[in-house]
């Protein structure tokens, strides 16, 4: 890590910082904690926005809640008069199909499967025309000691574990260590745009499974993440040149 990054404490303003993501990012880089009423930011040099409601869920009851702490925070955060504005999206946002997806792709929004990538690719709209200087990193699934409750948590963690997802479902990991050495190279280079974070590989569930010993009582609800193109940041960082399954036995090696 860069020692001049790591001195600039004050000069980050992170928000999420009580899990997840934005905790790692926090407790590596320091900096300014977000509190969401506004009253202990007056501007930062690297804003880094990592906070989002994760509800999957989502009527029209608490549809307002879900936009408030989403989409409306995006906004308000990108009036922080900032100097780089990085915003942690998904690879969510990309439709559900047998194309490779890759940064400069024009996403046609009635074709993304869900809420939650939609409302990402409207936070994106609004910071790459807010913000001069942005980074959106589309970001597959999160492995870090603290990460939030996922299936490869819950089959490392339970004996028997019992999942909704099918043995079939497709996923792609990436470490908390390799994003934040990735932002860290990117603040360093002044990089600007949309780049996908990703593995080079993705893995199946069933072979989490047999790769960690384990008998899983699979569900039936399918996920695939897709094809992700991560060829831009691996010119960046060639750790996204590892594949999902060295990720999760990395990961293994991590938390042992």
Not at 60 to 79: G, I
Request: aromatic share 10%; proline share 2%; glycine share 6%.
């Amino acid at each position: 890590m860069n020692p001049n990054l790591k001195r600039k404490k004050s000069n980050y303003l992170i928000t999420g910082s009580g899990s997840g993501l934005g905790k790692y990012f926090h407790d590596q880089l320091g900096g300014t904690s977000f509190n969401r009423d506004f009253g202990n930011v007056d501007e930062t040099e690297v804003l880094i926005h990592c906070a989002f409601n994760l509800a999957r869920e989502v009527n029209s009851k608490d549809l307002y809640q879900y936009l408030l702490d989403n989409f409306l925070l995006t906004k308000k955060l990108a009036q922080i008069p900032h100097k780089k504005f990085i915003y942690i999206s998904s690879a969510d946002v990309y439709p559900k199909n047998n194309k490779k997806h890759s940064e400069n792709e024009i996403i046609d929004v009635n074709q993304i499967s869900g809420f939650y990538g939609v409302t990402k690719l409207m936070s994106e709209s609004l910071i790459q025309n807010l913000c001069p200087n942005f980074l959106i990193l589309r970001c597959s699934a999160f492995l870090g000691k603290d990460a939030r409750e996922n299936s490869l948590k819950k089959i490392i963690r339970e004996e028997n574990p019992t999942l909704t997802l099918s043995s079939k479902s497709v996923f792609n990991y990436i470490l908390h260590k390799d994003v934040l050495e990735f932002v860290i190279k990117a603040i360093e280079k002044n990089l600007q745009g949309i780049y996908n974070l990703s593995s080079s590989e993705n893995i199946t569930l069933f072979e989490i499974a047999e790769l960690l010993g384990k008998k899983v009582s699979f569900g039936s609800y399918m996920y695939n993440v897709g094809e992700i193109d991560n060829k831009k940041a691996s010119l960046v960082d060639s750790s996204f040149k590892k594949t999902s399954r060295e990720v999760v036995i990395e990961f293994m090696d991590l938390i042992a």
